[in-house]
T-cell receptor, first 112, second 114 residues
Framework: GDSVTQMEGPVTLSEEAFLTINCTYT??????LFWYVQYPGEGLQLLLK?????DKGSNKGFEATYRKETTSFHLEKGSVQVSDSAVYFC???????????FGSGTRLQVQP | GAGVSQSPSNKVTEKGKDVELRCDPI?????LYWYRQSLGQGLEFLIY????????KSGLPSDRFSAERTGGSVSTLTIQRTQQEDSAVYLC????????????FGPGTRLTVL
């Protein structure tokens, strides 16, 4: 079945460091891909999405590119801040299916 | 405007008891989803409602779980004869129409079954 695999956390970085959180997926067809973020004590929020191959989603300095050839959707940010500390979830959804399939989440800790 | 709200925020119950969890979606959103977030299973889809159509119940883990949505708005997730493995955070989300729309999540209800 469909699945999403994320790198294990926690990821600990110093402020202004470069961030990469790996995400790969296994799916038949061409799903839409998402990154959601869960800040401490808050609900899940959509961070960015991409709906077809080679699309790049971006928001708040974060970027991810839909790579069909490697079935990946890695999350990157050039310079992280302490306020980026949160749990990040990669997810996929098929048009017509509507339910999101999530990865296990990656906790990011940014130290001042 | 107001986001998705859920109540209660925390619920502690004894094994074998029934519980009801409530979700108020964003006004005007026709699609509503329930997910479960647990340590062992991660985030799992449970059930999906779209307008007046029959719900997609494909994610419900057992017949002890049921959900309804009254008047196309508020939804209640009911777990009968709770078990310890039901302990999790239950998340509700809504979207404008369902088809490819962004899902907006509530803060969740943390259920603990003793």
């Amino acid at each position: 079945g469909d699945s999403v695999t994320q790198m294990e956390g926690p990821v600990t970085l110093s402020e202004e460091a470069f961030l990469t959180i790996n995400c790969t997926y296994t799916a038949t067809g061409y799903p839409s891909l998402f990154w959601y973020v869960q800040y401490p004590g808050e609900g899940l929020q959509l961070l960015l999405k991409a709906t077809k191959a080679d699309d790049k989603g971006s928001n708040k300095g974060f970027e991810a590119t839909y790579r069909k050839e490697t079935t990946s959707f890695h999350l990157e940010k050039g310079s992280v801040q302490v306020s980026d500390s949160a749990v990040y979830f990669c997810a996929l959804m098929y048009t017509g299916r509507r339910a999101l399939t999530f990865g296990s989440g990656t906790r990011l800790q940014v130290q001042p | 405007g107001a986001g998705v709200s859920q109540s209660p925020s925390n619920k502690v119950t004894e094994k074998g008891k029934d519980v009801e969890l409530r979700c108020d979606p964003i006004s005007g959103h026709t699609a509503l989803y329930w997910y479960r977030q647990s340590l062992g299973q991660g985030l799992e889809f449970l059930i999906y409602f779209q307008g007046n159509s029959a719900p997609d119940k494909s994610g419900l883990p057992s017949d002890r779980f049921s959900a309804e949505r009254t008047g196309g708005s508020v939804s209640t997730l009911t777990i009968q004869r709770t078990q310890q493995e039901d302990s999790a955070v239950y998340l509700c989300a809504s979207s404008l129409s369902g088809e490819g729309d962004t899902q907006y999540f509530g803060p969740g209800t943390r259920l603990t079954v003793l």
